[in-house]
T-cell receptor
């Protein structure tokens, strides 16, 4: 079963535009993580936001967390072709291991 | 510099023929995970080890087994691969569990079943 659900499933934008992806989850969490996966490769950790944080930045990435709505968003500003990838949110469900959402596939064209 | 290494990167096996995928890490992390990822889907956790403590996900088929002989190595054994087991298999590590730590992923092994 999956804890997180990303929205939209696919997103196509032009270089320089901003990309926003959303993640909703079902149960209470201690923190939420975002990962990126380039085609046919392993996942790369982007950012971890704790449940007592509302917003976190890392370079061109901005993550928000709204625990009352059980949702998080990932904003990539000034997107580049190299940002083309799938993006997953992940949370801990029952137990201790991360469970990944279905992901958003981002395509950035130049 | 490679931190999580998976071998082989591509594996072809025959229907019903046992296959073993390997993962090694240079991070000295306590936790090692195995995920199965099918095309355009999320990684699905199969099981994980916290040190030598094995944790199996409830819906992982018995056909999938794992071994962790030491901190650095972890193996995924598929006893009788079916066509539905064709997927990317991802190994990951972390210092701890509970979602408090980031996971480091290997490049994956793409398994084809003929």
């Amino acid at each position: 079963s999956q804890q997180g659900e990303e929205d939209p499933q696919a997103l196509s934008i032009q270089e320089g535009e901003n990309a926003t992806m959303n993640c909703s989850y079902k149960t209470s969490i201690n923190n939420l993580q975002w990962y990126r996966q380039n085609s046919g490769r392993g996942l790369v950790h982007l950012i971890l936001i704790r449940s007592n944080e509302r917003e976190k930045h890392s370079g061109r990435l901005r993550v928000t967390l709204d625990t009352s709505k059980k949702s998080s968003s990932l904003l990539i500003t000034a997107s580049r072709a190299a940002d083309t990838a799938s993006y997953f949110c992940a949370t801990v469900q029952a137990g201790t291991a991360l469970i990944f959402g279905k992901g958003t596939t981002l395509s950035v064209s130049s | 510099d490679a931190m999580v290494i998976q071998n082989p990167r591509y594996q072809v096996t025959q229907f019903g023929k046992p296959v073993t995928l390997s993962c090694s890490q240079t991070l000295n992390h306590n936790v090692m995970y195995w995920y199965q990822q099918k095309s355009s889907q999320a990684p699905k956790l199969l099981f994980h080890y916290y040190d030598k403590d094995f944790n199996n996900e409830a819906d992982t088929p018995d056909n999938f087994q794992s071994r962790r002989p030491n901190t650095s190595f972890c193996f995924l054994d598929i006893r009788s691969p079916g066509l539905g087991d064709a997927a990317m298999y991802l190994c990951a590590t972390s210092r701890g569990t509970g979602g408090l730590y980031e996971q480091y992923f290997g490049p994956g092994t793409r398994l084809t079943v003929t």
